[in-house]
Structures are given as C-alpha cells and as structure tokens.
C-alpha cells in the first residue's frame, strides 16, 4: 500500500511542504507509518476573528487520492459555520467531484484532482477568513455570524482562540 501512487504523491507532497512551509499551517503524519493520515495546525488568519488561535486538524486521504479528495476533521474546538460541530470541514474543495445534485455548487468548485494540501489548505484558511452562510454546517453559528457577528459569534470564536489545545 505504501507504494501505491497516491501514498507516493502524498509523500512527495509532505516533502515539498517540509522544503518550502507555506504561511498559515503546517503538516505532518499523525503517525510515521500511516502517508494516509495529517495532522494540520492553521493559525487564524490576520484580522479575523480568529487570528491568535492554533487549531488542528486531521486529513484523512482516500486510497486513490487524488482522484478523490480527503476528509479534514478539526481537533480543536472551532465555532464557524462552515465547521459541523463534530469538527468536520464542509467547504466545496472537498466535496466529492461532479455534479451538486443539490445546486448548490459548481462541478469546477468541488474536488480536482490537482488540487494539493496546499491549495485544500489555503481555502481552509479563506474560509476562516470569510465564512459561507448559504450553505452552513453548523446552523447555529452561521445564525449567530449573520445576526450578531461582533457579539454572541464573536465570543464564541474567542474562546476557540483562547483554548490552543486539542478536544
């Protein structure tokens, strides 16, 4: 399994990523015998109401990755409406690729295959940056973002930021 060709893109990846850290996050294996498996920490972008926190997640990659993209699930404690409140992200790089037989999306905006955890990563941290209300996975604090942004939404982000460790 290992020498599977997305175990061997996963592992070219990690070294490009360890050669040249892009800002915002870093990545490494959850556990040195498993490509298949990341742990992430994002740090909340600049003038959000994020910036100061650590948050971290996991990325689980599917065994013919890249044709299918992963899962990212944060660790950390995250209020955000794009966030299910289990931790999983639900942003539109990752849905699954094709057609939204919802609508809601299109095919172009969902998984390719060139896509990389750079680029899953610097969408991650835009959407911290800049939420989705039309499509939330967290209802509640997607209401409390639209109706009360500085305050109720607010706090509860403080706290996420405050909290710097895992569940």
């Known amino acids: 399994e290992m020498t ?5 893109f996963l592992r070219k990846q990690l070294a490009e990523l360890n050669k040249n850290p892009v800002e915002g996050f870093s990545a490494g294996l959850v556990d040195d015998d498993n490509i298949y498996r990341w ?4 740090m ?10 650590f948050f971290r997640a996991v990325l689980t990659f599917p065994s013919d990755y890249p044709l299918r ?7 950390s404690q ?21 057609e939204d037989k919802y609508g809601y999306e299109r095919p172009e905006e969902r998984w390719l295959p060139i896509h990389t955890v750079e680029t899953i990563m610097i969408s991650v941290i835009s959407m ?11 209802v509640d604090a997607a209401k409390e973002w ?8 607010k706090r509860k982000v403080a706290r996420c930021v405050r909290r710097k460790t895992a569940f």
Not at 47 to 53: A, H
Not at 128 to 137: E, I, W, Y
């Open 4 to 8: 599977a060709p997305s175990a061997l």
């Open 39 to 42: 742990e992430v920490v994002v």
């Open 44 to 53: 909340g972008p600049q003038d959000t109401l994020f910036e100061g926190g």
């Open 69 to 75: 993209p992963p899962k990212m699930k944060f660790t």
């Open 78 to 98: 995250m209020w955000h409406p794009n966030v299910a409140k289990n931790g999983e992200v639900c942003i539109s790089i990752l849905h699954e690729p094709g």
């Open 128 to 138: 911290l940056a800049d939420p989705n209300g039309d499509s939330p996975a967290n």
């Open 146 to 153: 639209r109706e009360d942004p500085k305050g109720v939404f």
